[in-house]
């Protein structure tokens, strides 16, 4: 492990923070003491600095701390120490090497390629990332996957999946079933990646519970997303009003991932789609973090990738 300092920030909006820091700061210090690092609190965040593999360490128990404070409960230094316990080295290890090991389920979900680490790791330093590239290549599987760590380790309090429901030759209003019906194959996509990450029987009761909520993007108009992980899928076909409409959502602690193929729009005229305008618009600001996947990336079936490279090349070639 590195020995180069490293200065992480845990957030804390929304916690005591006396509750948090314990008895004469008590908390803090034994934080500090266990891991080997300097810990302060300020403002919105608890810093840690110290070696990476130290100050790694010790978000994982500020993040725990956070969570027990969060679900109202009391926090002592004998706490801290349980939830140091809790941080098995060979999470850490694997966490230090880009890795998602998933609390609960544990489930290792590891980048296949050096995209989709830098994937990952903007997604863990921005409040907004905007994930483009063709199919196959793991967008929206690691964005959920994030979201569901987010989720375990408590830095938020629910995750919201959405995607726009274009009908891409097909109407809606002759499906058959109620809405519900209606609009679930346009989400099965989002099914599929939490059922390969969470246990079935936690699913549902998150489902009940609206822990987490899959939804088509009409259905976020009129609401803000606090203390929450948004994951807009397919954000291709949402429409220039849609995208604005959902990023205006953003709430206190909230984090969005955005994802999308820019060749793979479904609307009546390909210059609505609200990817394209945030590509064009939203570069450049603070937060915000464009990630470009390529056919490299393409972690299905060899053939998906080839197939890519086809269309690509014919593509240029017109």
Do not use: C, W
């Not at 290890?93 to 290792?108: C, D, E, H, I, N």
């Not at 929450?228 to 953003?250: G, P, S, Y």
């Not at 479904?266 to 450049?284: K, N, T, V």
């Amino acid at each position: 492990m590195s020995s180069v300092p490293t200065t992480v920030r845990v957030p804390t909006e929304g916690v005591d923070l006396l509750l948090l820091a314990g008895i004469n700061d008590a908390n803090l210090i034994e934080l500090a003491r266990i891991t080997g690092t300097r810990v302060a609190l300020r403002g919105e965040g608890l810093t840690v600095t110290g070696p990476a593999d130290q100050a790694m360490r010790a978000e994982a128990i500020a993040l725990g701390m956070v969570g027990t404070i969060r679900d109202g409960q009391t926090l002592t230094p004998d706490d801290v120490l349980r939830l140091s316990l809790d941080q098995r080295p060979d999470d850490m290890a694997a966490r230090a090497a880009g890795a998602l090991v998933l609390p609960g389920a544990r489930r290792t979900v590891k980048p296949k390629t050096p995209g989709q680490g830098e994937y990952l790791q903007k997604i863990l330093e921005h409040d907004i990332v905007v994930g483009i590239g063709p199919a196959g290549t793991g967008k929206t599987y690691l964005a959920v996957a994030a979201a569901v760590d987010a989720l375990m380790r408590k830095r938020v309090r629910r995750i919201v999946l959405a995607r726009p429901a274009v009908e891409a030759g097909e109407s809606l209003g002759f499906l058959p079933g109620d809405m519900q019906a209606k609009v679930d194959p346009y989400l099965r996509p989002l099914y599929d990646a939490l059922d390969d990450l969470m246990p079935y029987e936690r699913i549902q009761k998150a489902l009940d519970s609206r822990t987490i909520e899959v939804a088509p993007l009409a259905f976020m108009r009129g609401r803000t997303l606090g203390d929450a992980f948004v994951i807009l899928d397919e954000a291709q076909n949402a429409t220039h009003m849609q995208m604005k409409m959902f990023l205006t959502r953003l709430g206190v602690n909230s984090k969005i991932v955005i994802t999308g193929d820019k060749t793979q729009v479904d609307l009546p005229r390909r210059e609505e789609s609200g990817l394209m305008q945030i590509e064009r618009i939203l570069h450049g600001i603070e937060g915000i973090a464009f990630h470009y996947f390529s056919d490299a990336d393409v972690v299905r079936h060899r053939l998906v990738r080839d197939i890519i490279r086809a269309y690509n090349e014919d593509a240029a070639g017109g």
